[in-house]
């Protein structure tokens, strides 16, 4: 069964340079078969502190040095690079748009159990400002959205004209048109009008 070799600074300086000569071995293979699979542009500069004077490049120091220098033609915003103040400022910015955007899909569902609670009468006691307010707007918006449908419905229905001109409802659409409307009135709501005043 092979070992796990435990991930420390190697203190034998022979088992140092025998696992380095394995490592380097390893990553120049793996390097080449990344640029073969994915068709990618790839060096590998590994520089040894027992021999400073001669680093290990793949695929070669020609190749590698045009590659490099392509890399410092390139526009600062292409190479994307970061130092860690900036990836950690866009991180926490990243992160406080993740927390409004799930706050608003929480207080969104809060606002639904909420109305859905109101509409079925049941006793709710004391209700706070900010959460009058809100559903009001949701009520709101729902009133235009029903107003939408309303007017399409009524557009695609067929009637019949009367003596003036005007389109006469069948039932059936007299029936869906009440039946809209008091979809639309909110049930047992207090008047935003009669509210406190925010602090």
Not at 34 to 44: G, I, K
Not at 171 to 176: L, P, W
Request: with cysteine; hydrophobic share 30%; aromatic share 4%.
């Amino acid at each position: 069964m092979r070992r796990k070799l435990k991930l420390q600074f190697i203190e034998n300086r022979t088992a140092r340079k025998q696992t380095y000569r394995k490592r380097k071995k390893g990553l120049s293979k793996k390097v080449s078969e990344m640029s073969t699979l994915c068709d990618v542009q790839v060096c590998t500069i590994i520089n040894s502190p027992d021999d400073p004077d001669n680093p290990a490049i793949w695929p070669s120091p020609s190749e590698a040095q045009a590659l490099v220098e392509r890399f410092e033609a390139l526009p600062h915003h292409k190479k994307n690079i970061m130092d860690q103040t900036a990836f950690l400022a866009a991180e926490t910015k990243k992160q406080k748009r993740n927390l409004q955007k799930q706050n608003k899909e929480n207080r969104e569902i809060e606002l639904k159990v909420l109305l859905g609670k109101i509409l079925n009468g049941e006793a709710l006691g004391e209700i706070c400002v900010d959460d009058l307010r809100d559903l009001y707007e949701i009520l709101e918006s729902r009133d235009e959205m029903l107003e939408e449908r309303h007017k399409l419905f009524r557009g695609s229905t067929s009637g019949t004209k009367d003596a003036n001109g005007f389109i006469k409802e069948d039932k059936a659409t007299s029936v869906a048109v009440e039946a809209s409307n008091e979809a639309k009135q909110p049930q047992n709501l207090p008047d935003l009008n009669e509210l406190p005043p925010e602090e």
